[in-house]
């Protein structure tokens, strides 16, 4: 069961710390990755603070490593353990435990064993007793998946691969080479689908599944958008939007998104003759200015691109703009870049032309692209 947060980001175009509630939390994370595992949060930190207890237990004489040791005495073990954790700093009591098969694997012990430790712990006080909620039974979400439901809201859907990096971002427990665990993925994203929150669509050939929020899970983001199945011509271009996404966000955690599906609901607002005649496929906030974004993964049609560099038919679109591109449109968009610069027709105080493949494995989105301001 999910813990009870139940805080939501809000919709898009609010305050700006508003439009990512996690940004600040993805940047501690980014400072944690540098540090050696050493607490709970991994699986490598918990062998080590088991590893520091044994040995400390074993020079007291109070284990005899050369023992078989029955269930019973492992009980105590664990139970020994976690008052360990709890009285030298490492286990806060207000926080979730790790998931009890995580804690049994390292003494040997099944759920219902460590249930029993845990209950009795919690019956001396040494870890605080969890009251049955008033709405017990009631779907009931972390701001994990409240962000992740408003995440895929935005971005249409989001493939299955790139929602375990997202949850993977947001996870202390059960990362294992980098990633949240399989089977941890599949039961977080196995209630949204049991719930009706969302649904997992078949990809074709060999690729990853999709996943598109329901109505309900729409209305539970605060998103007033229309819940369907996203077109599978669409899938490839969305996939590359969101691996353009979470780069930046990796480099930039305080920068805010503005997904093209809510520029577009803004636009359905506006009166007929006010209606932009290009909607980028997204607009990136930092804390100097708005960046139109593109990413061209097909061959387009030069005009096509000239008129988005030059800033639309009528010179409206002012914001910089960053033109993401792949082997095949790269040509096309470089010829119409030159071209636009040399006749100096844009309403851009700036134009990126950036390989999109260099871009995301590069370190540093500057030092791939093409500048001229």
Request: net charge positive; aromatic share 8%; proline share 5%.
């Amino acid at each position: 069961m999910e813990d009870s947060a139940q805080s939501k980001p809000l919709p898009e175009q609010p305050d700006r710390s508003a439009l990512d509630p996690y940004a600040e939390a993805r940047s501690a994370q980014r400072l944690s990755k540098s540090r050696p595992p050493d607490d709970l949060a991994s699986h490598e930190g918990r062998k080590r603070l088991a590893q520091d207890w044994l040995t400390l237990r074993i020079a007291e004489g109070k284990v005899n490593p050369k023992q078989v040791h029955a269930p019973k005495e492992r009980a105590a073990f664990l139970a020994d353990w976690l008052q360990w954790l709890l009285t030298s700093g490492n286990l806060d009591r207000q926080k979730r435990l790790p998931p009890y098969a995580t804690l049994g694997a390292l003494f040997g012990l099944n759920k219902k064993q460590v249930a029993q430790v845990i209950n009795q712990l919690r019956a001396e006080d040494l870890l605080p007793t969890w009251k049955k909620r008033k709405d017990a039974g009631e779907a009931r979400w972390t701001r994990r998946a409240d962000y992740l439901f408003w995440y895929i809201g935005h971005m249409r859907a989001l493939r299955y691969d790139q929602a375990r990096r997202l949850l993977t971002r947001l996870s202390e427990y059960e990362i294992e080479s980098g990633l949240l665990s399989p089977t941890q993925t599949a039961r977080i994203m196995g209630r949204w689908f049991d719930e009706k929150y969302a649904v997992r669509g078949r990809a074709y050939g060999d690729q990853n599944d999709w996943i598109y929020l329901t109505r309900r899970g729409l209305r539970h983001a605060g998103l007033d958008f229309r819940a369907e199945a996203p077109s599978k011509t669409i899938l490839d271009h969305l996939y590359w939007i969101t691996e353009v996404r979470l780069k930046l966000e990796e480099e930039n955690p305080r920068l805010e998104w503005i997904s093209e599906r809510s520029i577009q609901a803004q636009q359905e607002k506006r009166e007929l003759g006010q209606r932009l005649e290009h909607i980028p496929d997204a607009i990136v906030i930092t804390a100097t200015e708005r960046i139109d974004i593109e990413v061209q993964i097909s061959r387009p049609k030069q005009q096509d691109v000239e008129r988005i560099m030059r800033g639309g038919l009528w010179g409206h679109l002012t914001n910089p703009l960053s033109y993401y591109v792949n082997k095949h449109s790269r040509s096309v968009v470089l010829a119409a870049y030159r071209k636009t610069m040399q006749e100096a027709r844009t309403a851009r105080p700036h134009i990126e032309v950036i390989d999109l493949e260099a871009f995301l494995k590069s370190s540093s989105a500057g030092q791939q692209s093409q500048r001229e301001g």
